[in-house]
């Protein structure tokens, strides 16, 4: 059993400005992905250039930031949001949600596809590869944070977090379960999977199928939404819940992109 390390969640004090952990966390993810994105559109015959690449970064950071605050407070904190519509707006409080950032980024997407004039599904097989980054970051800024604890667990590695809500017991650390495998483990898979030549919408469906099932199967160690709990059979969450349909979404995209054949279009810079 450990206990959580008593890490000061503000990284950096300039006078009135506070610059947090968490917000920090997602900073660094953008910039890896960015980075990434840059090698590979450096690659012969990417059909991308560097700046479409930053203008893209743009509207990825615009759709997780938008996206995941609005799903949080719709998905987990309805009735307080109702209460309170300007809990909205506290982001340097915590709580955003990966499937209201992903509508977020897919909305995104189509206004960045209609701006480049490429399909919507180039751009989304482009980027897939990218997410894990920002997923393993944003999961290490939740641990910093001392929250999205799991449930109460005697393993050895269990561990005692110091947030209100948490108690005293030792909890799974599903922040880190979360990270290897949404952040590290879905990377090395798309990274190896798309470094060959998939058909159109591959790359997206196996996102959407790993993922799925990597956050399907962390929820069941994974405290549930003080405010929500458990909603559907007694036993599945809200990020079960969300979560479950990218399972056969995902397959049918792989199953559909190599049953037609849909060859990547490539556009010259």
Known sequence: MFVQPTIDPVALKLGP?????????YLVGF????????????????GWTGQQVDDLL????????VGGRVGYVLFYNLAAFLHNPLLLFK???GGMSFHGGFLGVLIAMGLFARKVDKPFFVITDFIAPL???GLLFGRLGNFINGELWGRVTD????????SPGAGVLPRHPSQLYEAALEGIGLFVILWLYSSRPRPTMA???MFLFCYGIFRFLVEFVREPDVQMGYIAAGWLTM??????????????FVGWAYRFSLQPKVNKP
Do not use: D, T
């Open 203 to 205: 790359v997206s469906g």
């Open 131 to 133: 997410v894990p980054p």
């Open 58 to 65: 743009f509207y990825i950071a615009l759709g997780i930031v």
């Open 239 to 252: 990020g079960q819940l969300l979560s479950l349909p990218m399972i056969p979404i995902g397959l049918a």
């Open 91 to 93: 982001v340097w409080e």
């Open 17 to 25: 400005l506070q610059v947090r952990w968490y917000g920090l966390m």
């Open 31 to 46: 910039a890896v992905g960015w980075a990434l994105g840059r090698y590979r559109a450096a690659r012969p015959a990417s």
């Open 155 to 162: 393993v050895p590695w269990a561990i005692v977090f110091h």
